[in-house]
């Protein structure tokens, strides 16, 4: 029989079920969180092995990576992922939870991550590649830069937004070469927080042609990247941009306009703040004025935060899966600008999401991201 013994955990699991436990505990009282229901599965069942089935492993598995202590249990996720590598509908799954639940700094995480974007490993390649923007480690850019290079083209484009969420500027060049390939929103996003002047021209190109364009027969693609482009060319601070922006802000695409307004504001334009004030109902639009110091952004961010402006009628309450969502955004892709609304919800929303514990703690560990990922700036600025 072939030696199995490398997938089991070791065999005294009490050190990661007391972890577990403690855990679950600074939630308070029943339900159980995500932590409780691993600690059951560990406790009936004892350590992971083959033969373990799929709903199993992963609750654990889940369980254990969502833990703020993780990276003492990385040799652990490493066994569980292995254990889950018969079972590929859950790929997906596995790599979306890192995506979800790693910190800032966390490191450990890094190799299991990159073995993925490189097409090896049980993770799906593309939401592990996303994970490794949340970890920030400069020391993945040199393999981004390859996978950017590669012909899988849902993994190139998903390696050039975390390139460019890491400020990686040595991944400008690349990334002009695959906007050349393939015209991405997330190409267009990544070379607009790197702030690319040489980009510029194709991001006028494309603009003056989507813009020339019947909306009616845009796809919700065209509709994306032409919201992209405004966004990029505001962040890239081109001001020739702004008799085309000013253009797109009746757009009939909400989305499109919205992101109009946002560069406009970047390029001190006035148009955009009064169009963003006109969409106050708006997240987008609340979230970027409370960004820009106005006090009404912030009271229409906890509004929309709390109602989903889709609905209809509309004002329908948003529910706690939609609320974790917002929240968990913020996490990955805000800046200090958030923290005092990720604080407020913090402080006042007690609901209980799915994965047991409230989404105040969700707004912690949202805020802890973009605290770590300030300072990482800071240090890599300095």
Excluded: K
Aim: aromatic letters at 4%; hydrophobic letters at 50%; one cysteine or more.
């Amino acid at each position: 029989m072939p030696d199995t013994s490398f997938l089991t955990l070791a065999t005294d699991v009490a050190p990661l079920v007391h972890a577990l436990r403690a855990a679950d505990d600074t939630f308070g009282p029943a339900p159980h969180t995500m932590y409780g229901w691993a600690a059951d599965e560990l406790e009936e069942r004892g350590a992971p092995r083959p033969g373990w089935p799929d709903h199993a492993l992963l609750l654990v598995y889940q369980g254990v990576v969502a833990l703020p202590e993780a990276g003492r249990f990385a040799a652990d996720v490493g066994r569980l992922v292995r254990l889950m590598a018969p079972f590929p509908h859950l790929a997906w799954l596995v790599s979306a939870a890192l995506h979800e639940h790693l910190m800032p700094g966390d490191a450990w995480a890094v190799p299991l991550l990159l073995d993925a974007a490189q097409g090896a490993g049980t993770l799906a390649p593309e939401p592990a590649v996303r994970a490794l923007a949340v970890i920030g480690d400069r020391a993945v850019v040199d393999p981004l830069l390859d996978v950017v290079s590669q012909p899988r083209h849902r993994v190139a484009t998903s390696a050039a937004l975390v390139l460019g969420r890491l400020r990686a500027r040595e991944a400008a060049a690349p990334l002009l070469g695959l906007l050349g390939r393939r015209r991405d929103p997330e190409v267009v996003t990544a070379l607009g927080l790197l702030g690319v002047r040489e980009a510029a021209p194709v991001l006028h190109a494309l603009l003056d042609a989507a813009r020339l364009a019947r909306p009616s027969r845009r796809t919700e693609r065209d509709a994306e990247l032409l919201a992209a482009t405004a966004r990029a060319l505001g962040r890239i601070g081109d001001a020739g941009a702004s008799a085309s922006l000013r253009a797109l802000l009746d757009d009939p695409y909400v989305d499109v306009a919205l992101a109009a307004a946002d560069a406009l504001t970047r390029l001190d334009d006035p148009d955009g703040a009064r169009r963003l004030h006109a969409h106050l109902y708006v997240w987008e639009a609340a979230r970027r004025l409370a960004q820009l110091g106005h006090a009404d952004g912030v009271a229409a961010m906890r509004a929309c935060y709390r109602a989903d402006p889709n609905a209809r009628p509309r004002g329908l309450a948003r529910d706690p899966g939609g609320r974790r969502l917002l929240l968990q955004a913020l996490g990955h892709e805000g800046d200090a600008a958030d923290l005092a609304f990720v604080h407020w919800v913090a402080a006042h929303d007690v609901d209980r999401t799915e994965q047991g514990w409230t989404l105040a703690e969700e707004a912690r560990r949202a805020a802890r991201r973009i605290e770590a990922r300030a300072s990482d700036a800071r240090r890599w600025d300095s």
